[in-house]
């Protein structure tokens, strides 16, 4: 299959990159004393600009490769609320009132960013669609039901369950075992949309600044903010926000022994044609399903071709490499996609944490939000937008998540020793249906 698998223009580098390439040209360099410095251009840190600077500091940004080079020029492009913890986990380990404040903040972060693309006219194939989450055994289509049944009233007016019966009006395949759609949803070209988020911070007064690594962090004594080392030489800063996700480094490692980085991959086939899109996704959904190890995709813009992602092995491995293995996963799902190409196939390090919910915390004086868990389109822009509230002291960047412990583990520095086994257990459970 190999051989045949790649198209003759094959790129391994993100689909949405061809439309909005990540610009190489050198920026301008970073002053030595500035109010904010963020860390990381992606949707976190430029959100954060857009507030900061909105405020009247001075604010950059800097990113140690092109602007928007990490997750959010890359992505699977599916909005969703993000929290990936359901009601039952939420309440065991916070309380059942601050577990549905939890999920409440997924929902607030979906509407944020639909109210948001409106209020700034931004043009990136934005749609409310819907995703349909299908189910792996019918066990699990069970399971969708009681948990359906136990979320706050007020949370889950838009989700509700499809039988396998009527599954087809969903999904072309009988992969599934019935499924839950969720109708609020949506999806949108990720690199459109940071590129209009970088356009609108810099209207706003924000400068950006690439190939521009922060190497070391020092706070400076009584109140007179932080000087920061950086490749273009020091920097000082009343506040420094830090919005790095999975890329975090040893520049912060506070932060490093709290996210654990963990590749993420994806393929986007050739063009086939939209009626045969219309076949595999007929309402051009989003898709995932409840298995552990969990696969995304969706139809691109103009629903001509499939966008498909996940998990592909034990350890972290090439875009050439991890194409077959999600081709194969695809044509379990839709087998009629035998000997379409692959045109382009890529990956991400997502930031998942300890507690799997993402954190806004403060730590030794420096701001951060990070650890998305994968799904940190709605997230990461709305918490980069509190965040950018909490360092220009105005009350309306409380979130649900400020009060709850960024959790550490021991024996854990940066290096996910433990991700080979724990992945090979989940493939395990994946197996069994369980
Ligand atoms: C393949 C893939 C598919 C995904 N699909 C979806 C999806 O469909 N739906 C969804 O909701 N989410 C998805 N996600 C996750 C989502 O893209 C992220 O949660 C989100 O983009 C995180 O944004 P961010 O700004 O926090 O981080 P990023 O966009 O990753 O930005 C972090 C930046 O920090 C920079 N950096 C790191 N260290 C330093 C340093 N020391 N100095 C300077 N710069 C530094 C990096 O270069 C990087 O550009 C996906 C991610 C991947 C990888």
């Known amino acids: 299959m190999a051989t045949d698998l790649f198209s003759s223009n094959f790129s391994d580098n993100s689909y949405w990159w061809d439309e909005n390439p990540r610009s190489r040209e050198p920026s301008e360099r970073i002053p030595s004393e ?17 507030e900061i600077a909105r405020g009247g500091r001075s604010t950059f940004v800097i990113d140690s490769q092109e602007i928007g080079w990490g997750c959010s020029s890359r ?22 009132d601050i577990a549905n404040s939890i999920l409440r903040e997924g929902h607030n972060a979906l509407a944020w960013i639909g109210d948001f693309i409106d209020k700034e006219n931004i043009e990136c194939d934005f749609v409310v669609g819907g995703k349909f989450h299908g189910a792996h055994t019918a066990r699990h289509y069970e399971r969708f039901g009681r948990q359906l049944a136990k ?3 007020a949370l ?13 009006s969903e999904i072309g395949t009988d992969f599934y075992h019935g499924g839950l759609v969720f109708e609020k949803h949506a999806s949108l070209d990720p690199a459109a949309y940071h590129s209009a988020m970088v356009q609108i911070a810099e209207s706003a007064g924000a400068r950006f600044v690439s190939y521009c ?24 800063a009343r506040d420094v926000v830090i919005a790095t996700n999975g890329y975090t480094q040893r520049a912060t490692p506070w932060h490093q ?30 898709v995932t399903d409840s298995r552990r190890l969990v696969v995304y995709y969706r139809l691109a813009p103009g629903g001509n071709r499939l966008i498909f992602g996940g998990r592909v092995s034990l350890a972290e491995t090439n875009p050439r490499r991890s194409a077959p293995r999600l081709y194969r996963q695809m044509l379990t799902i839709f087998p009629e996609l035998a000997g379409i190409q692959v045109s382009h196939s890529w990956m991400g390090f997502v930031g998942w944490t300890f507690s799997g919910i993402p954190h806004i915390h403060r730590y030794d004086g ?18 980069g937008a509190k965040l950018g509230q909490q360092v220009l002291g105005l009350g309306e960047g409380v979130t649900a998540f400020d009060a709850i412990r960024f959790q550490a583990r021991p024996y854990y520095f940066s290096y996910p020793w433990f991700l080979g086994p724990s992945i090979w257990w989940y493939g395990q459970l994946d197996r069994m249906g369980i």
């Open 34 to 50: 500035i109010d904010t410095l963020i860390i990381g251009s992606g949707y976190t840190g430029t959100s954060a600009a857009i």
């Open 75 to 96: 992505n699977g492009g599916q909005v969703s609320t993000g929290i990936k913890s359901d009601i039952d986990q939420l309440s065991k380990n916070y309380g059942l």
């Open 151 to 153: 979320y706050p009233v």
């Open 156 to 168: 889950k007016s838009d989700a509700y369950l499809v039988p396998r019966s009527e599954q087809i």
């Open 213 to 236: 690594t922060a190497e070391s962090i020092h706070r400076l004594r009584g109140s007179r903010g932080f000087r920061v080392k950086t490749g273009q030489g020091e920097v000082r």
């Open 257 to 286: 022994r709290r996210i654990i980085p963990i590749g993420s991959y994806i393929i986007a086939t050739e063009d086939f044609g939209a009626e045969t899109g219309s076949r595999l996704i007929p309402r051009a959904r989003n």
């Open 366 to 383: 420096v701001w951060c939000s990070m650890g998305y868990c994968g799904s940190g389109i709605a997230l990461s822009g709305y918490l």
